[in-house]
């Protein structure tokens, strides 16, 4: 009987820039997965201006309730994605971004919202299925986003 | 021998006194040659032995300070040679340029992610590290001395 490791294939670089991209392709609306469902249970996230790592499961459910309400449109950038392989099964991924989102506000004006210097850490590790999954993330920006007034 | 939480503890401690100690030869052996880092202040990312020596040029000349603060150090341990640390921290720094000016950083809201990886010879190194700042990071020139110089990087 082969374990695990025996009949998995090794991961790859290639598999880490797919997952990343189905990352910000759901975090920008584009498609219709659940992000929670891309994080391990037990995975921890520094982002937005939190100042403690929280549980990237919560953060993964208050980032879906967001794409779920009043935003109407979101792009992404990313840079060029770094991968260090660092095990049969864990991968390290930092990249730079660029996220831009308008954001309907409450008397139906809308606002965009620019996320200029964004920097992305995220540490994938391959579950007991098999399933790349993200296990620690850390989002940053090193300006506080651009906001443009709102149009109607 | 497998990597443990309080293994990963203690490095972060010398990590910190390393840096607050300005010992610049233990301080670049944290890090592996091929390792990445996002420095709090950074627009990219940079190889570790590039902030080195940007770090020694700007932070660890004599009349340079540094203090550090740090939170709980959260541990996870992802394969028996491999775990990540992260923690919250609050870092003071005072750099004094050749010319006469200085400079007072403060990163009240600090947060880092450092990757650890054991190696073959036993010891324990950063892969990868990730630090960013919750607020913004304030910048105060000191009494100018000599002539102008370019504010701190941390």
Known sequence: MLSYGEFMENLSAEDVRREIHR???IFSGKLTDRIEEMYSPTALAFTGKAKRSESAKLIAVRRSRRLQGGMSSSSVDEGSIDVQIVGPNVAIAAYTYTYRTDKARADGTKEQLETLFGRATQIFQRDEAGVLRIVHEHLSATANPDVKKPTG | MNISPEEVRAEVRKFWDFFSRKSKAQFAEMYLPSATVFAVDSRRIELARLMLVRRERELFSPASSVAAKLGPVDVQLLAPDLAVASYPF????T???PGGKSYYAEVPSGRATQVFQRH????VRILH????SAEPVTVKELPATGSPAPAPRL
């Open chain 2, 120 to 123: 073959a010879i036993g010891v």
């Open chain 1, 23 to 25: 990352f910000w392709a």
């Open chain 2, 90 to 93: 609050h870092l003071s720094i």
């Open chain 2, 129 to 132: 590290e990730h630090m960013s």
């Open chain 2, 95 to 97: 750099r004094a340029l």
